[in-house]
Each structure stands twice: as C-alpha cells, then as structure tokens.
C-alpha cells in the first residue's frame, strides 16, 4: 500500500482528518493498545478491536462513551483499542502491524470471534485489511468510513451503483488500493451470508462528507447491516450509531 496522503491527496486529506494533516506521531513497533475486559467472564472468547480515526486517540473511545455502552449492555466481549494512527497509513504498516501486534495474538489467545470497528480511516483500515488479509475476523463495523476518492465514487454512481459497476479484471498494482477495495466489496455484496464471508456493518451521518461513497455501498448491503442518523463526521453522531449497532450485532451477552 502506498502512502495514504499520495492516494488521498491534499484536498481529501484536509477534509478526512479531523485535525491539520502536518502533524504525525510516530508509527511504534509494536502497535500501542489499551485493553478493557469484560468483567462478567472469566474468559471471554469474543473480542472488539477498536480502530480511530484519523488523528483520534484511543482514549476518546473511553471518553465518548463506546467502551461503557459496550458495558452496559452486559456483553461478554473483551475489548481492545489499537492506537493506528496515520503514521502506520503514511509508512504503509497499518495492515502488517494489526495483523502481527493484535489479530494473531488475539486468535493464539483464543478468540474465536474477532470485531474490527473502525470509525473513518479506521473504517477504511478494517476494510484494506480484510482485502488484503481475508478471512481472518468475524465481522466488521464501519463507522463513517473513508472509501476513496471522489473520482472512483462518482465513477461507480454513473455506472448506477456497486453491483453496475464494470470493476477492473486482473492484479492491480498495490498503490490503486481504493480500486481494489471497491472490487472486493463488490464481490463481498454478492457472496451469501454462508460463504464464511465476514459480517459487514456499515453505519454514518446522513450529512457526513463522506456520505455519498457511503449510500452507495449501503445500497449493496442488506437493509438491516445499515444504519444512519442526522449529523455529519463527529463523536455525537457515532455514538448513536454505535449504540444503533450494538443493538443487533450477534455479540454474547454475560451469563
């Protein structure tokens, strides 16, 4: 995957990130995380893996309430923040270092359920992921996520929507990654449920600037993975949604 600023570009990236895009912390090796437990099993063996946004923290899932709501409703999941910031994007080891730092841990743990739930480019990195990695998680909820540019998008709505779309045949260079991706949500929409495809959950502000990419994969998706509220790409909206989610997503309850 090549830098995410040179597949964004400047004007895309002004308007993806929630801060200025000068500023990077540096890409740590391992990945920094922060885990919460579920306190009503000895050994839970679902586990949430949390992905921010772009220059989010992970601490803001504490803060704006994921981590609690998760909680209150008694779920007998483990939770775990993944601090991928943008640097693991620009240096192009977002993908290695959540495969090598939380999911193989996760799994030689013994999870048997694994959720990624990215909000933005932590929606996109979910998706990149399992493109690029396939099979190894459960399901996947995007919240608001980035899905390319709007070249790619308005191409695929003139052509009357994802399953319209005539996708490009043939390997890809690594660097057409939203193509790519496109592609293989494509193909996912049109997998039955029982191809051990995993679950996707697409959630966003029906203002949100990204909300034009987001109807058009909504519309490949079944009615009851979408969900949408007023508001555009901020905390108050995902909270909602989230709490929208967690409403139906097939999570074990505490005994």
């Known amino acids: 995957m090549t830098s995410l600023f040179r597949i964004l570009g400047p004007a895309v990236c002004a308007g993806l990130l929630l801060s200025g895009c000068s500023f990077l912390?540096?890409?740590?090796?391992?990945?920094?995380?922060?885990?919460?437990?579920?306190?009503?099993?000895?050994?839970?063996?679902?586990?949430?893996?949390?992905?921010p946004g772009a220059y989010?923290?992970?601490?803001?899932?504490?803060?704006?309430?994921?981590?609690?709501?998760?909680?209150?409703?008694?779920?007998a999941a483990d939770i775990v923040m993944a601090d991928a910031h943008m640097?693991?994007?620009?240096?192009?080891?977002?993908?290695?270092?959540?495969?090598?730092?939380?999911l193989l841990p996760a799994r030689a743990a013994g999870y048997r359920a694994i959720w990624l739930v990215g909000i933005s480019v932590g929606g996109f990195g979910a998706l990149i992921h399992e493109e690029q990695m396939p099979?190894?998680?459960?399901?996947?909820?995007?919240?608001?996520?980035?899905?390319?540019?709007?070249?790619?998008?308005?191409?695929?709505?003139?052509?009357?929507?994802?399953?319209?779309w005539q996708a490009p045949t043939g390997p890809l260079p690594s660097e057409q990654v939203e193509t790519r991706l496109w592609r293989w949500l494509q193909a996912q929409a049109k997998l039955p449920a029982a191809a051990g495809t995993p679950a996707l959950y697409l959630a966003y502000g029906t203002e949100d600037r990204f909300a034009a990419s987001h109807r058009l994969l909504a519309?490949?998706?079944?009615?009851?993975?979408?969900?949408?509220?007023?508001?555009?790409?901020?905390?108050?909206?995902?909270?909602?949604?989230?709490?929208?989610?967690l409403a139906v997503l097939p999570l074990p309850g505490c005994p």
């Open 25 to 51: 912390r540096p890409a740590s090796v391992p990945l920094a995380t922060d885990w919460d437990r579920a306190s009503c099993s000895a050994k839970a063996d679902t586990l949430l893996v949390f992905l």
């Open 219 to 245: 519309a490949a998706l079944p009615p009851q993975h979408v969900f949408t509220t007023p508001g555009g790409h901020d905390w108050a909206p995902w909270r909602r949604l989230w709490q929208q989610a």
């Open 56 to 75: 989010s923290t992970i601490d803001e899932f504490v803060r704006e309430g994921f981590v609690q709501e998760v909680r209150q409703r008694r779920l």
């Open 87 to 102: 640097a693991y994007y620009n240096n192009r080891t977002v993908i290695d270092r959540l495969e090598a730092d939380v």
């Open 135 to 164: 099979g190894g998680v459960t399901g996947i909820v995007a919240l608001a996520p980035y899905l390319g540019q709007a070249e790619l998008t308005g191409q695929i709505a003139r052509a009357g929507g994802l399953a319209a």
